[in-house]
């Protein structure tokens, strides 16, 4: 009898946890109340909440908090010598960390860029989205090509300057995809892959880009990325859903897109515990929009929808009024928005663009 005992007790040790755990039905969850009201929650911001390069432009960011304790942000840049517009053909991935998820946040280094000719992801590395997932962290990312048109380098330094015409950038453009750099420590070395991981379709054409990746309660993965809305005549940037059982994929795209009728781009999403649904949070070329979802596949406008039009407050200098206000992502810890990390940018063809890490009333 206690030989048969030891045996069972070592037989349920191998299978492991995950095979006593209960498995969750998406559809036996019942969804709290959706009353998250972001807009009420922003608080103004300090300088160490601003976070800018002299010799880059930063935009936008993706917070997490590391093994060692330590917030890690990675954001993207774009060299000011270069200029602003070349984050489709010359963006880079940085990596900063901080003692707070506000910040004040110190550069550490590059931790992604194109890897060059012959790979799918040559000429960009851009808009992030960090994860921890199982013991392993993902970064999202977009980057693209030229397909099947090679360029020669002298051809390449010229376009990527925008002097040979806007059909090369149409041709970047076109190729954007959305990959994943998959590591055991938030600090590296990150793996990358011979191919992107999802394609477009569906509600979606043309490209992929923009990721968002958020777990369900029954163990699947939930992605939003943007794509082009189909048979338009005037571009409309959609959103798309994908489901896959692992964060890697395969994804499969749904039929019904999460925002569909409304140029919008940009999202963020999280699995609110408290509430028993999804947020989402994107930027609508004027304000942030938030929807919510309780499976994370059907999404409609949240019951507070508007949470911000182009503009922050700063303790000490007022508000402060900019014409893009973009890369909107919320930092979730306990179960609580701590911080909304945007994009910042004065103008459209001038200027600086930089990182703020607004403060989330507790």
């Known amino acids: 009898m206690k030989k048969t005992l030891c045996l069972s007790l070592v037989a349920m040790a191998m299978m492991g946890c995950s095979e006593t755990k209960p498995v969750v039905n998406m559809a036996d969850i019942k969804p709290g109340v959706d009353d998250l009201n972001l807009a009420e929650l922003i608080q103004p911001v300090t300088d160490k909440n601003i976070f800018t390069n002299d010799e880059w432009h930063n935009w936008g960011a993706s917070i997490i908090k590391g093994e060692d304790g330590k917030y890690h942000s990675f954001y993207s840049q774009m060299s000011k010598e270069l200029g602003f ?38 000429y960009t590395a851009h808009n992030p989205r960090i994860k921890f997932f199982d013991g392993k962290y993902y970064l ?4 693209t090509n030229t397909g099947d048109t090679e360029l020669s380098p002298e051809e390449f330094e010229l376009a990527r300057k925008g002097k040979l015409g806007d059909k090369y950038r149409d041709l970047v453009r076109e190729n954007q995809r959305v990959g994943v750099a998959v590591a055991d420590s938030i600090n590296g070395p990150w793996k990358r892959f011979d191919k992107p991981i999802i394609e477009p379709s569906g509600p979606i054409e043309q490209i992929t880009c923009n990721p968002a990746v958020a777990k369900r309660p029954d163990g699947k993965y939930v992605m939003l990325v943007r794509g082009d809305k189909p048979n338009q005549e005037k571009l ?25 009728n409304l140029n919008s781009e940009d999202p963020a999403l999280w699995y609110d515990e408290t509430r028993n649904r999804f947020y989402g949070i994107y930027h609508a070329f004027g304000y942030m929009g938030l929807i919510t979802s309780v499976d994370g596949l059907e999404w409609q406008n949240a019951k507070h929808y508007k949470v911000s039009e182009l503009s922050y407050t ?48 507790l």
Not at 236 to 260: E, F, N, T
């Open 314 to 361: 700063h303790a000490e200098h007022g508000q402060a009024k900019v014409q893009r206000l973009e890369r909107p992502f919320v930092y979730v810890e306990d179960g609580v928005p701590k911080v909304m990390a945007v994009a910042a940018k004065e103008s459209y063809t001038t200027g600086d663009s930089y990182s703020v890490y607004i403060p989330l009333k």
């Open 236 to 260: 409309v940037r959609s959103q798309a859903v994908a489901l896959a059982d692992s964060p890697m994929g395969p994804w499969q795209i749904q039929p019904k897109a999460a925002v569909g």
């Open 140 to 143: 999202y990312y977009m980057s």
């Open 85 to 122: 517009s070349t984050w489709l053909t010359d963006g880079v991935i940085s990596h900063a960390v901080a003692d707070s998820p506000e910040g004040p946040w110190t550069h550490v280094e590059v931790v992604l860029e194109g890897r060059g000719h012959g790979h799918w992801d040559a």
